[in-house]
Nanobody, 130 residues
Framework: QVQLVESGGGLVQTGGSLRLSCAAS????????MGWFRQAAGKEREFVAA????????YYADSVKGRFTISRDNAKNMVSLQMNSLKPEDTAVYYC???????????????????????WGQGTQVTVSS
């Protein structure tokens, strides 16, 4: 069982930065692939970024590539999302998620799919003003 709690959301102007953090409980945190997703009002939840259990592999949605960076600290049971050059279209509730399983040939495809994740946080609001 893993419990996830996000923090760090808020209101920022276009071009600004925010750093989201996700604190995880559970002794097996280091065995999970971790992901960030977001859901804008009236839209479906979408993939943002994922990181493998060791941190050696990362994967980003095209819309955030080059602007966002996902990282993890297994010693602290934390995963973070550094968001730079924010745009109004980044406005959404951001969710941290965890899924079991190590790297496989389908890791990239599986990491962007909502149903593949076993645990979810409650979400944190990010609002980017124009």
């Amino acid at each position: 069982q893993v419990q996830l709690v996000e923090s760090g959301g808020g209101l920022v102007q276009t071009g600004g930065s925010l750093r989201l953090s996700c604190a995880a409980s559970g002794r097996t945190f280091s065995s999970y692939t971790m992901g960030w997703f977001r859901q804008a009002a009236g839209k479906e939840r979408e993939f943002v970024a994922a990181i493998s259990w060791s941190g050696s592999r990362t994967y980003y949605a095209d819309s955030v590539k080059g602007r966002f960076t996902i990282s993890r600290d297994n010693a602290k049971n934390m995963v973070s999302l550094q968001m730079n050059s924010l745009k109004p279209e980044d406005t959404a509730v951001y969710y941290c998620a965890a899924r079991q399983g190590g790297y496989s040939s389908s890791w990239y495809a599986d990491s962007r799919r909502v149903p593949e994740y076993d645990y979810w946080g409650q979400g944190t609001q990010v609002t980017v003003s124009s």
